[in-house]
């Protein structure tokens, strides 16, 4: 009965926890102009039940109008996604208020949204016509000639890069469709993650659009969204799709980003009813718009003060943390420890957490995983997380130190140090059979522990008469030849045994091998060959003395190579152990045959 209300208890959290509802809300943008779109993307997960609509706050700065209602069910988890264009009405710092959502009684709700909101252009009223000739009377003569109107400007307190591509659009005004790219800063730094962003204007009907990105030389470009916006040109209300990256410059010097282009199709579209009904020949015609190239001067990092910790980091606002997934085990237990780093940009790029070796552990090699999310802000935040595997040796109270990890500044151009909390562990002697010796359970006094007392006995009496074998004792040549072939035949007898072992060895461990239903299975099957067969204690010896002791009885660099991947793979399995799969146990149990047949060639 306890076990059944133990089950159920264990289904309902988990059920509870696959159900917990949250609302999330972004925008595509936090710069833009009167004649900009913003979008708003509110998102709901975890809400069954009817459709309910999100209370938005109090918005004087847009006009709102609802765009997309997007509802998805996955193995019983309902997420619900809306999407409101905004359009603003003033210049200013505008606030999208909490965003509320109440379900089953709870009120949920979303942090507030800052954005920027610029004029349009400088010189220019919204309200021009959109005729590109005027006339003009003076002194009631008809005067013929052209108004020249004053050029636009974006507003210079947008920020660089859309400044840069409303300033391109602008003086690109006479053309019905064309493509502009800008990037937030030409002089970054190494790792320095920029945006650039392509943006295709267009105030006339288009199909069939391929796009083809830009290319780049030295440079890592990961995708970071798309979104769709308005611009007034002239008079003329433009509308654009535009396309955002993340750039990562490799190395210092110059680097070249291509041009992007599109593919256009204008005219009748092929499927036009009215070509159909009519027999009307169809009129279209093929255009490419292309963007201008962009080189960047990238500048190196500054070798000064530059800290050991230093990984490679560009960017300010970085966070770094540290958990251990458990803080009480016994020696022998393995223990998860868990950092990550939390920042703006691309983390792809930095090099990998180095972890300094820590006594009274045996450390495992770090695994990272890095990749990016969308922020609030429609910006992209980065993370990287580094997971290593600690197995405490003996039983007592540990701490886990601090670790270290630095980022370049690059406002204040100077490297900046950050550092997690240090993580108590405690560690109680091993409960387990066979986990061998746990030292830190000895005596303190003096580092040994008394396991036993034996007792010999002495006892005198009087010595026997010489018998046959004292008496042939003073026959020297004798004696020294029956010596040498008792020793002859001790070394023959046991170059046998041990040829004999050996060879029984591989055939022991192929065996076992058939027969592996676990990971650990394979892993004591291969230790067991190479304890028999080449007398290595796989328990006592790290990985990289097993290689090396390998190599030292013959066996080739690509072989051992292979054995370390192999190992890797299994010792990860015994302190990190998944579901078990008999068609992955038998996969990794050939892999490991054909391996120890290597060593069964290659071995001296």
């Given at each position: 009965m306890k076990k059944v209300f133990l089950s159920v208890l264990f289904f309902s959290l988990a059920a509870a926890a696959w159900a917990q509802v949250s609302i999330t809300a972004r925008v595509n943008k936090t710069a833009l102009t009167l004649d900009d779109e913003l979008t708003l993307s509110v998102e709901i997960n975890g809400a069954s039940g009817n459709m309910m609509m999100p209370s938005l706050p109090s918005l004087p700065a847009f006009n709102v109008y609802s765009r997309e209602i997007i509802q998805n069910t996955l193995n019983g988890k309902t997420t619900t996604s809306f999407r409101y264009t905004l359009m603003p009405r003033f210049v200013g710092k505008a606030t999208i208020g909490a965003i509320r959502f109440t379900h089953n009684g709870k009120t949920y709700q979303t942090d507030p949204?800052?954005?920027?909101?610029?004029?349009?252009?400088?010189?220019?009223?919204?309200?021009?016509?959109?005729?590109t000739t005027a006339k003009a009377v003076s002194t009631g003569n008809y005067d013929s000639a052209v108004v020249k109107k004053a050029p636009q400007k974006a507003d210079p307190n947008l920020p660089p890069l859309e400044r840069s591509l409303a300033n391109q659009a602008y003086a690109r005004g006479d053309e019905n469709y064309f493509l502009v790219a800008?990037?937030?800063?030409?002089?970054?730094?190494?790792?320095?993650?920029?945006?650039?962003?392509?943006?295709?204007?267009?105030?006339?009907?288009?199909?069939d659009a391929p796009y083809q990105k830009p290319s780049t030389s030295d440079i890592f470009m990961e995708e970071a969204g798309s979104s769709q916006g308005t611009q007034s040109i002239g008079g003329v209300l433009y509308r654009y799709e535009e396309q955002r990256y993340l750039l990562t410059a490799a190395a210092p010097g110059k680097a070249v980003i291509g041009p992007a282009t599109v593919r256009y199709m204008t005219g009748s579209s092929p499927l036009s009813a009215l070509d159909r009904l009519f027999g009307g020949s169809l009129v279209q015609a093929e255009e490419t718009a292309q963007s201008e190239p962009i080189t960047l001067q990238v500048r190196a990092l500054p070798t000064d003060g530059k800290p050991k910790s230093f990984y490679g980091a560009v960017g300010d606002g970085y966070t770094l943390t540290a958990q251990a997934d458990r803080t009480e085990v016994e020696a022998g237990e393995a223990v998860t420890l868990t950092i990550t780093v939390k920042g703006p940009g691309n983390l792809k790029p930095t090099a990998d957490l180095q972890l300094p070796a820590?006594?009274?552990?045996?450390?495992?090699?770090?695994?990272?995983?890095?990749?990016?999310?969308?922020?609030?802000?429609?910006?992209?935040?980065?993370?990287?997380?580094?997971?290593?595997?600690?197995?405490?040796?003996?039983?007592?109270?540990?701490?886990?130190?601090?670790?270290?990890?630095?980022?370049?500044?690059?406002?204040?151009?100077?490297?900046?140090?950050?550092?997690?909390?240090?993580i108590q562990l405690k560690v109680s002697p091993s409960t387990k059979t066979g986990a061998g010796i746990d030292f830190g359970a000895a005596d303190p006094s003096n580092g040994f522990q008394t396991l036993g007392k034996d007792i010999s006995y002495l006892k005198t009496t009087h010595a026997p008469a010489p018998g046959l074998l004292a008496r042939l004792s003073t026959w020297q040549t004798l004696n020294w030849l029956m010596l040498a072939v008792l020793a002859l035949s001790v070394l023959f007898a046991s170059v046998g045994r041990k040829s004999l072992a050996q060879?029984?060895?591989?055939?022991?461990?192929?065996?076992?091998?058939?027969?592996?239903?676990s990971d650990e299975d394979v892993a004591d099957a291969v230790s067991g060959y190479l304890q028999q067969k080449l007398k290595i204690s796989t328990g006592s010896l790290p990985l990289k003395a097993i290689v090396k002791a390998l190599q030292h009885r013959g066996i080739t660099p690509a072989t051992a190579e292979a054995f370390l991947l192999l190992w890797q793979r299994l010792d990860t399995a015994r302190f990190a152990p998944g579901t078990p799969d008999a068609q992955n146990v038998q996969h990794l149990a050939q892999q490991a045959l054909d391996i120890l047949k290597l060593l069964e060639e290659e071995a001296k």
């Open positions: 949204i800052t954005v920027n909101i610029y004029r349009n252009a400088q010189g220019v009223q919204n309200a021009q016509p959109a005729a800008a990037v937030s800063d030409v002089n970054p730094y190494v790792n320095e993650t920029v945006s650039l962003a392509v943006r295709f204007y267009y105030n006339r009907p288009f199909y820590i006594d009274g552990f045996k450390m495992y090699s770090t695994q990272a995983t890095s990749g990016s999310v969308p922020a609030s802000n429609g910006q992209i935040r980065g993370y990287k997380v580094f997971k290593t595997v600690l197995v405490p040796v003996a039983s007592g109270i540990y701490t886990l130190p601090a670790v270290a990890w630095s980022y370049f500044n690059p406002a204040e151009k100077a490297y900046k140090i950050l550092k997690t909390e240090p060879k029984r060895a591989y055939a022991a461990a192929k065996s076992r091998l058939k027969k592996a239903q």
